[in-house]
């Protein structure tokens, strides 16, 4: 089994900050991509960022310059620092990472969720 532990979210006014944390525990082999994932209400999860475990990442467009994806393989974390956020950032934030575990598995696995709320 794999477990991933999200933290960091909360509330900030319009033009602040936040870090999102998540760390992968377990039988892990191998940790593939990781990424974050946000989701609203009535809407559908939509990739926020990526990283490959060669360190390539990936941003959607609507973050493109505000938000930076990094990882620490020796610790299995991956950390999302956002800046400059703006109302329409609201959402619940969700890690996610493709595991090899200790009997060669791939699997997704997703991080419980963290509420980001930005206020005008």
């Known amino acids: 089994q794999v477990q991933l532990v999200e933290s960091g979210g909360g509330l900030v006014q319009a033009g602040g900050s936040l870090r999102l944390s998540c760390a992968a525990s377990?039988?892990?082999?191998?940790?593939?991509?990781m990424g974050w994932y946000r989701q609203t209400p009535g809407k559908q999860r939509e990739l926020v960022a990526a990283?490959?475990?060669?360190?390539?990442?990936n941003y959607a467009d609507f973050v493109k310059g505000r938000f930076t994806i990094s990882r620490d393989n020796a610790k299995n974390t991956v950390t999302l620092q956002m800046n400059s956020l703006n109302p329409e950032d609201t959402a619940v934030y969700y890690c996610?990472?493709?595991?090899?575990?200790?009997?060669?598995?791939?699997?997704?696995?997703w991080g419980q969720g963290t509420q980001v709320t930005v206020s005008s």
């Open positions: 377990g039988s892990i082999f191998k940790i593939n991509g």
């Open positions: 990283i490959t475990s060669g360190g390539s990442t």
């Open positions: 996610n990472a493709h595991v090899l575990d200790t009997v060669l598995v791939g699997r997704n696995y």
